[in-house]
């Protein structure tokens, strides 16, 4: 059993920043990945930012230059630092893990930007 826990979602306005994190428990092993994805309405699941295990990073077009992800190994954590924040960046939130063939996924925090 994996459980992922989020935290760090909110409202911000425009230009402004949030940091997400996620922390998995549970069964652990030989982890790929871990990394945000992210839901807006009436659109599709979009990967957002992910971190390998050797450390190798990749970041959706749209975010790159203002979100920066990164982990605690030792804590099995991830983060997702948000900066210069837009309001299509407004959406649900996912932390994913990645572990095999196997994809775990977070509860979603919601992150809304005014303009």
């Known amino acids: 059993q994996v459980q992922l826990v989020e935290s760090g979602g909110g409202l911000v306005q425009a230009g402004g920043s949030l940091r997400l994190s996620c922390a998995a428990s549970?069964?652990?092993?030989?982890?790929?990945?871990m990394g945000w994805y992210r839901q807006a309405p009436g659109k599709q699941r979009e990967l957002v930012a992910r971190?390998?295990?050797?450390?190798?990073?990749n970041y959706a077009d749209s975010v790159k230059g203002r979100f920066t992800v990164s982990r605690d190994s030792a804590k099995n954590t991830v983060y997702l630092q948000m900066l210069s924040l837009k309001p299509e960046d407004t959406a649900v939130y996912y932390c994913?893990?990645?572990?095999?063939?196997?994809?775990?996924w977070g509860q979603g925090t919601q992150v809304t930007v005014s303009s």
């Open positions: 549970g069964s652990i092993f030989r982890i790929n990945a």
């Open positions: 971190i390998t295990y050797g450390g190798s990073t």
């Open positions: 994913n893990l990645n572990i095999g063939a196997l994809n775990y």
